[in-house]
């Protein structure tokens, strides 16, 4: 099986044409191969499918197996790699992925794709959408104790669900060991992503993330923006907001009178080779 590997801020999936490769259980596959020591190495796998809907179809699979929704950093890694690679010559493509059909714009240098921009609609604010058990319709810095510390939780599903808590320093957290007891809390009955930020100014913070099934990521696309989502809710920055991650920085849109995310960043193609699957 041919594959490339590819990365967004740092957030690396293995990537695989499903035009020209049949995977009966890409779970399976995901899990083999997203091994560091005994696979390829990478946060996950996404599969490149066709799509009645949409120009291309997103499958995203986390290191553990389990399907996501939606990977910002990986649908822009999708437009280059279909770009790239000559599956399209527009250079304003379709995605559909199980979180809806999203529009992304490349821009493109040389003939290959270096950034994109992509419309990640509407975030979902109420309780039992993201999910997230809550007597409130919505949960807005609502406090939530794990391992003894109260964290004030802003919750926002762009796509997969997502637990804002904004902390004074994100170098110092034990994310390793917190990380975890938020992603298995019992008021999320799916599980969730959790964004710890550092509001630096108003247009710019700092993000570690701990997402279910992959553990702490160098970046998570989706979780960029509930942050900023949650920043804006809780005043703490204007709509325009630079994310910087452990593996590099996001540009993020939230548009209240569209109700509607943009996410502008990199893709990049780290190397190709075969898999004995």
């Known amino acids: 099986m041919k594959f490339t590997k590819m990365e967004g801020c740092g957030n690396d999936y293995v990537y695989v044409d499903g035009f020209a490769n049949k995977i009966d259980d890409p779970n399976a596959l995901a899990e083999k191969i997203s091994d560091r020591h005994f696979g390829v190495g990478s946060d996950g796998l996404i599969m490149i499918n066709p799509s009645d809907v949409a120009d291309f179809k997103m499958s995203m699979y986390n290191a553990d197996g389990s399907e996501g929704k939606m990977c910002g950093n990986g649908i822009r890694c999708v437009a280059k790699f279909v770009y790239d690679y000559g599956m399209t010559e527009k250079e304003e493509i379709t995605v559909e992925t199980l979180s809806g059909i999203k529009t992304l714009q490349l821009s493109v240098e040389d003939g290959a794709v270096k950034s994109v921009r992509v419309n990640m609609g509407t975030p ?3 309780a039992k959408n993201v999910p997230v058990v809550s007597e409130k319709e919505q949960v807005i810095n609502e406090p939530l104790t794990v391992d003894g510390k109260t964290y004030g939780i802003t919750c926002v599903s762009m796509g997969n669900p997502h637990a ?15 990380g975890p007891m938020f992603e298995t809390n019992e008021i999320f009955p799916d599980r969730v992503n959790t964004e710890f930020i550092q509001v630096l100014d108003r247009n710019t913070v700092k993000m570690r993330v701990w997402e279910r099934g992959s553990g702490e990521t160098f970046a998570c696309g989706t979780g960029a923006c509930a942050s900023v989502v949650a920043a804006v809710l809780n005043g703490k920055t204007e709509n325009k907001v630079t994310v910087k991650l452990l593996g590099g920085d996001l540009f993020i849109e939230y548009n209240e009178e569209e109700n509607t995310v943009y996410m502008t960043g990199p893709a990049r193609i780290v190397f190709t080779g075969e898999y004995d699957w």
């Open 124 to 126: 979902e604010l109420v």
């Open 164 to 178: 804002v808590t904004f902390v004074e320093d994100t170098d110092g957290l034990e994310i390793e060991k917190i």
